[in-house]
């Protein structure tokens, strides 16, 4: 139990309340929360933290404005027992015994894992003398790698004193989606390999685009030198024909 502000956070090794309670860790955590359970009444708001889900009986996540989108098929109640058959070595819920047993708890709000995909429930809560309606909140995955393309987290906020009017709040906070940030690595690395093969290519084009008119330019200016030459040459060719036949 951790108080933090104006709540107590209780966190519950819910993996082994399925277990054979001749087991000591099974027994310590089932006298853990017994205990609890005894001194629920009256006590400070409690935020339950389990790593395994209470028992989802419709096995449907809520879908109003202010839950976590789900990207995956809600998980079944899937339950892999030990050799002994006398405790269970794989399940995806919690039993209904351990489910009734921490809602008994009379938790403000429930926060579990294991799904590594985001949900929200509702259970109703047989606290004792009324029966009142808890949220559990299952967190996804903060990485890719486990499953999810999707990830995120959930920011809580908590007040510092019970006298405020909202003594905590949560709110969903996604994260980039790792494959379409990877599409874009690939997308960008082919542009520039293409970029980088055509450059010279590229090059020769507008080097031979430019050269056609150049020699052009080139040719023209030789050519009227060229006239005018021959035109010189012509008159000196003249005056000297003109000179011998005076002289004759």
């Known amino acids: 139990v951790q108080p933090y502000g104006a709540i107590d956070f209780v966190a519950v090794n819910s993996i082994a309340m399925d277990g054979n309670r001749e087991d000591s860790l099974v027994d310590d955590t089932w006298r853990f929360v017994e205990a609890l359970d005894a001194t629920s009444s009256g006590s400070r708001p409690r935020v339950l933290l389990t790593h395994v889900p209470l028992l989802n009986t419709k096995q449907e996540c809520l879908t109003t404005k202010d839950s976590a989108p789900r990207t995956s098929k809600v998980l079944e109640d899937r339950v892999r027992l030990s050799p002994s058959q006398d405790s269970r070595m794989y399940q995806n819920y919690l039993s209904k015994e351990s489910s009734t047993a921490l809602l008994n708890l009379n938790p403000l709000h429930i926060f ?8 929200e429930v509702e259970h109703v809560s047989p606290s004792h003398s009324t029966s009142t309606r808890v949220r559990e909140n299952t967190i996804a995955t903060f990485s890719w790698l486990q499953g999810n393309y999707y990830p995120s987290f959930m920011l809580l906020s908590v007040a510092a004193s019970d006298s405020a009017s909202e003594i905590f709040s949560k709110q969903y906070c996604p994260l980039p989606v790792q494959m379409h940030l990877y599409f874009w690595y690939v997308a960008v690395f082919g542009v520039t390999l293409i970029a980088l093969v055509m ?9 031979s685009l430019r050269k056609p008119g150049g020699n052009r330019q080139k040719r023209r200016t030789q050519h009227v030198e060229g006239a005018d030459g021959r035109s010189e040459n012509s008159d000196n060719d003249s005056h000297g024909s003109t000179t011998d036949l005076s002289i004759a």
Do not use: E, N
């Open 199 to 207: 450059a010279p290519t590229i090059r020769l084009i507008f080097t």
């Open 112 to 119: 579990s894992g294991h799904d590594h995909d985001s949900c």
